[in-house]
T-cell receptor, first 113, second 112 residues
Framework: KAGVTQTPRYLIKTRGQQVTLSCSPI?????VSWYQQTPGQGLQFLFE???????NKGNFPGRFSGRQFSNSRSEMNVSTLELGDSALYLC????????????FGPGTRLTVL | TQLLEQSPQFLSIQEGENLTVYCNSS?????LQWYRQEPGEGPVLLVT???GGEVKKLKRLTFQFGDARKDSSLHITAAQPGDTGLYLC????????????WGLGTSLAVNP
């Protein structure tokens, strides 16, 4: 079974731009969660989507948004990028909820200049 | 705010040594997961502990869940360079607003 895939793997943007990241979950997994990982803050939960609906949300500003398509693929969008948004963005899929075993993709490394 | 504190933050040891890393909280969790993350990759689940006092073994790795389900430890026997990585624990609060609470991780380097 193919694992979680994320595209692109690396991205460089400048302040004020917006970015869209993509995630394809494991086949059959309907829950997709997004995380931001930085050395100082660790893994921080952004949001979870299940059957195209946002089911859970972390404490991030509205500049961070996401969506899920009928085939469970998910996208995350960050608008008006700030320097502090530089991070590794990880997508994880699971069978049930985001508190079940998370199967992570390799992440997208975003650098904001 | 629920927190999971992991210690030590960094650990550098020689191949063949034993080590223990800790994951502590003042909150009770219904379950706790341990992940390992290697450079350039996402975290991979090692084990989930559910019952207070539970001990699980995965080859040279031994995981223990505290009796009160507030803390956990990971012991590695005879560490190998392949054990190098970031070890993360994540607690399931199982409350009305179910969320995984993540620790910051222990970065382990095993030198040959």
């Amino acid at each position: 079974k193919a694992g979680v895939t994320q595209t692109p793997r690396y991205l460089i943007k400048t302040r004020g731009q917006q970015v869209t990241l993509s995630c394809s979950p494991i086949s059959g997994h309907r829950s997709v969660s997004w995380y931001q990982q930085t050395p100082g803050q660790g893994l921080q939960f952004l949001f979870e989507y299940f059957s195209e609906t946002q089911r859970n949300k972390g404490n991030f500003p509205g500049r961070f948004s996401g969506r899920q398509f009928s085939n469970s693929r998910s996208e995350m969008n960050v608008s008006t990028l700030e320097l502090g948004d530089s991070a590794l963005y990880l997508c994880a899929s699971s069978l049930g909820t985001h508190t079940d075993t998370q199967y992570f993709g390799p992440g997208t490394r975003l650098t904001v200049l | 705010t629920q927190l999971l504190e992991q210690s030590p933050q960094f650990l550098s040891i020689q191949e063949g040594e034993n080590l223990t890393v800790y994951c502590n909280s003042s909150s009770v969790f219904s379950s706790l997961q341990w992940y390992r993350q290697e450079p350039g990759e996402g975290p991979v689940l090692l084990v989930t502990v559910v019952t207070g006092g539970e001990v699980k073994k995965l080859k040279r790795l031994t995981f223990q869940f505290g009796d009160a389900r507030k803390d956990s430890s990971l012991h590695i026997t005879a560490a190998q360079p392949g054990d190098t990585g970031l070890y993360l624990c994540a607690g399931n609060n199982a409350g009305n607003n179910r969320k995984l609470i993540w620790g910051l991780g222990t970065s382990l380097a095993v030198n040959p």
